[in-house]
């Protein structure tokens, strides 16, 4: 499943790959007295599959093309995809890991899978109780059936291992899994879940460990490059993809609200008047606030992972998987959604009550009109009665 990220990141590249080619033979053209013949029979040729003929291309730098330009000279070919063969030389060069991120539902009890599963949970760095992690050895974790204990298997290498990350707020994130035993990880953390949602969320990422890397890190398209792939590198990732995925689910939750008071907007401006019920606009507030408060409170989307505030080089990692995912982007369109919502709940509210004081009025007024004709008859009585009298 493609999120919007992904969709924005590959547009990126696919515009930035049409520029490459692109730019190129609008200088050319540019160029007084450009004779294409004569480049043609100079045999320039144009390496990517994007031109058909014979164009001459060029890659110039800041400086003008109408400079030095030694029209003999062959030009090497640039391939306008170079990112994709990076992608690969990475890959072959390193140790693959997949991500794979899940959100399973609202809430998850911790307490009760960490007790189910003591022997493959990793002990925790600090004491930060929203999440756990479990290492899970080639042996399966759903047999149970390994002779080691936990610090034997504790000991073994990191790549004999895929470790799965839990977060208090329904979101699982998988490390190293193969796609086939992925469902059966999952069933477990559903037993453990509540209000499970009918669709479960994906979101897919990687990394490569590459030790002979110059630096600590290297960005790369929808897979990050690191000179050593361990349990602080399996946190800080853990914690932004598990983020992100979540938001992903409140950001759907809020467009839906979204959209319910747009047609309720329409549908007001042909008849002039609405049929929401007050208690399904509390309803409305109550999931506002809901969804406010778990962005801000239950993900933690505002607090620095601890290990990044430990060290700089986790924190490196954090701050460009938040700003490859857009949380803090994201966050500020639901915010906007979300007031979008309040004030549409407050405009219908007071309609509501200005119903409500209405009706009041009348209420009033029919008591007053009715205390008034029972004055007149008891005075309309009592003047009978005493004509009466007289009589």
């Known amino acids: 499943m493609l999120t919007t990220r992904k969709l924005l990141h590959r547009a990126r590249k696919v515009t930035s790959c049409i520029k490459i080619l692109i730019t190129p033979i609008r200088e050319v053209n540019s160029i007084p007295q450009f004779n294409r013949k004569q480049f043609a029979d100079n045999g320039f040729y144009c390496s990517s599959p994007a031109f058909l003929g014979r164009i001459p291309i060029r890659f110039c730098s800041s400086a003008s093309v109408m400079e030095t330009v030694d029209w003999n000279q062959k030009w ?16 072959n060069q390193g140790t693959y890991i997949t991500v794979k991120a899940y959100l399973l539902g609202t809430s998850v009890d911790l307490k009760g899978l960490q007790t189910e599963h003591v ?3 990793v002990p925790p760095n600090s004491r930060s109780a929203n999440n756990v992690v479990l290492r899970v050895s080639s042996n399966n974790m759903l047999e149970h059936s390994s002779t080691k204990t936990g610090i034997e298997a504790r000991n073994e290498s990191w790549s004999n291992h895929r470790h799965m990350v839990v977060f208090q707020y329904g979101s699982v994130v998988l490390f190293n899994f193969a796609e086939q035993e992925e469902e059966g990880y999952l069933q477990i953390v559903r037993k453990y879940a509540s209000d499970l949602l009918t669709e479960t969320r994906k979101d897919d990422y990687a990394i ?7 630096t600590w890190m290297r960005e790369g398209h929808d897979y990050i490059v690191l000179k050593r792939f361990d349990i602080d590198c399996i946190r800080t990732i853990g914690i932004v993809l598990g983020q992100s995925i979540a938001l992903d689910h409140f950001v759907r939750q809020v467009d839906g609200m979204v959209a319910e008071f747009i047609d309720l907007n329409k549908g007001m401006e042909k008849t002039g008047t609405f049929t929401m019920k007050r208690k399904k ?7 506002t606030n809901t969804n406010l408060a778990n962005v801000i409170f239950k993900l933690g989307l505002f607090e620095r992972s601890d290990v990044a505030w430990k060290n700089a080089k986790y924190a490196q990692i954090w701050e460009y998987l938040r700003d490859e995912y857009e949380l803090q982007q994201r966050f500020g369109s639901l915010d906007y959604k979300l007031k979008f919502v309040e004030h549409n709940v407050r405009f219908f509210l007071e309609i509501l009550q200005n119903r409500k004081s209405d009706a009041l009025e009348w209420l009033i007024i029919i008591l007053l009109s009715a205390e008034i004709m029972i004055g007149l008859y008891d005075i309309i009585r009592n003047t009978g009665m005493d004509h009466f009298t007289n009589f």
């Open 208 to 214: 490569v460990e590459k030790p002979s890397l110059d």
């Open 119 to 121: 022997f493959d949970v």
């Open 76 to 91: 090497p070919a640039v391939d306008a995809c170079e990112e994709s063969n990076i992608e690969a030389l990475d890959k």
């Open 281 to 287: 606009l509390f309803q409305l507030v109550g999931q």
